[in-house]
Structure formats: C-alpha cells, structure tokens
DNA sequence: ATAATCGTTTGTGCTATACCAATGATCTAT
DNA sequence: ATAGATCATTGGTATAGCACAAACGATTAT
C-alpha cells in the first residue's frame, strides 16, 4: 500500500466521512413530514437566525455560504407562513434586518424535535458522551466559519463568541 | 421554550451543525480541479474500497446510502480510468466483488492531498488534539453506519470491526 | 449628478440523484 | 426441470437544489 505508517495525522481525512455522514443524516431525515412546507435550508436560517439574533439578508448569504438570491426566496417563504419579519434598517435604509419570531421559534422547536429521532439513529454509535464531545468541536469547527459577527448554535455562549 | 434547562443535552441538536459543515466544505472544495475527470461521489467509493478492501455492488449503494443505479455509472467511470476492477464472484456469479486498484489507492490519495487543504480551512477553528477527537468521533459515527461488515475508514483497526 | 450597494424578481442551466422499466445471467426452491 | 427471485446493467425520466446572470427600484456615498 500506500506505506503511512505511524499512526496520527497521515490518515485525518475527516471531510469525506463528514461528508457521508451528512448525507446519511439527509437521507435517514427526509422523510420527515413537514406540515409547514418547510425544507430543510428554512430551518437552518432559522437556527442561524435564533442563535444569533438578526442578521443582513447579506450577512446571512455569506455566513450559510447561500447565493443571496437563494436567501431571498428562502426568506420569502418564511415570511409568508410568518416564522421572521423583515424590517428596514434605520442605519441604512437599503438593509433589511431579518428577525425570527415567536412562531419561527415554535417551528425550529418542533422540527428539532422531530430530528431528534433522526439523530439518534446517526449517532446511534455514539455514547452520551461522545455526542456532547462531537456537538461541541461541531460548534467550534463552525463557528469558525461564520464570518462576521454571526454565531451559530450560541446556545450557552461559547467563549470564542 | 421547550424547558430543559439544565447544560448538556438540552440543545444538542447536531445535525445542522453537520450538515452546514458538509456544506461549507464542499463549497470550500468544490474549485479542486481533477484532471481525472472524477467527481467527489468517485472519491467515496474509493475510500470505501481502500478502507474496507472489497464490496459487491449492492453492498456499496447500501453502505453510501446510493440508489444501486448510480452506483453502476461511478463504478464504470472507475474502471474506465483503472482504478477499480470488477470480478465475478466464485460463490455467486451473479455478483460482482470491486476492488481498488493501485491507480486506484494513487488517485484518492492525491484527491486526499489537495483536500488537505480545504480540511484546513474548514476545520481551523480546530486545534490539533481537537482534529484528532473530531476524527475520531466520525469514524466511529460513521462505522455505526455501515451496514454489512463494511468498515469505512479502518486505519487503526477500531474495535468495532 | 454619478456611481455603487442592497434587496428583489425572473429566468436559465447544471449537477446530483432518485425512480421506473427491461434485459441477461445466475441462483434457489419446488 | 421449471419457476421465481436476485444481481448487475442499461436507458430514460423527473425532480430538487443551486449557482449564476440580468435587470429593476430604493437608497447611500462621492
């Protein structure tokens, strides 16, 4: 073979079975019922939103890595079933300050409830413990990937936020 | 909200997390030019092949999570390029064991090579011993995740296998 | 006034993928 | 031996998710 003998970081290839692993999840959860019409990209502006408070429609773009045409049509739908407003920002009147409310709270929580179950059969290798350990390196990986002031899953405030 | 409030598993809601980073690293790596022509979806079967040794091809989709259909296009782009061979297995003639070839395991390292890089950027916000957990954590999630007798990933023979 | 920016709409196209149907080879069971 | 199931394969169809481009109104900055 290949030789790579010792034993650490010659094999850290981590993206491919993140990869897979994702799809695994895609695929396990995408016959979740949604009475809402919601897929899943809704949900993940809402988590960015919910976590992080408000956000450019721009800054949500770069942060969820979307085209901003994306964003506005996933926009759209959420505003129309009434899960985030759109305000003018005072500051610059071009901006739209996009906010989650009550009812998108709500939808987040059910769906997350329903993806427990899905969840739970990903990591299903996993123990208690090593799923606290994964959610969090989860957190800092990704909050490394927000760039500007955005912090996904800021849930009891990571330090690096 | 939906009360739980004490620190752990309240908000371990992984699987966006998961998915949002799948997703910044394929966008991150979706500029990586093969001259092979192969596409990431080629690269996961390769891995799989490298790391579990063999498959037959149901085997495959089932492991990846693949309509057995699609998995007959990569496998022909594979072996159309060497790096895989398809034998007739003895004990069924039905069936088709795969296997990597030596080009094969070459050309998923060099993918693993250039990936490197994006793992770099995907995952900076990460320290050293953190990658190595993270990883860690993966295999084993991911190994609970095949299910034949596949092992995705078997560097250092995990337990489990 | 001019240019640049933000959000928006519309449309276009590509990629990945699931799905269906049909075929030949082979295995299994009766 | 016959019948039915299974595996790999081929071909075709359909769909979802996205990126991307072009144009517009409103607004800000120069």
Redesign the interface.
């Known amino acids: ?2 030789s790579t003998p010792t ?3 010659q ?17 396990e ?1 995408e016959s979740l019922p949604d009475e809402r019409g919601l897929r ?1 990209r809704h ?2 502006v809402l ?1 960015l939103l919910r976590d992080h408070g408000t956000a450019t429609q721009r800054g949500l773009a770069e942060a ?2 979307m085209d901003p045409t994306n964003v506005v049509g996933a926009l759209n739908d959420l505003e129309s079933r009434e899960c985030v407003v759109r305000r003018r920002d005072p500051e610059d009147r071009r901006r739209h300050i996009v906010e989650v409310t009550d009812t998108g ?1 709500e939808a987040l ?1 059910e769906w ?2 329903a ?2 179950e ?2 739970d059969r ?5 123990s ?1 413990d ?6 969090a ?9 927000l760039p500007p002031g955005a912090c ?2 800021a ?2 405030a990571p330090p ?1 936020c």
Do not use: N
Not at 122 to 126: I, S, Y
Not at 130 to 135: A, D, I, M, S
């Open positions: 073979m290949a034993s650490g970081s094999s850290r290839h981590s993206l491919g079975l993140l990869a897979h692993l994702a799809r695994v999840a895609q695929r959860g899943p949900y993940v988590t969820l890595r709270v929580a997350e409830r993806l427990a899905v969840e990903v990591l299903g290798a996993l208690e090593e799923r606290e350990q994964f959610h390196l989860l957190i800092r990986a990704a909050g490394g990937q996904a899953e849930d009891q690096a």
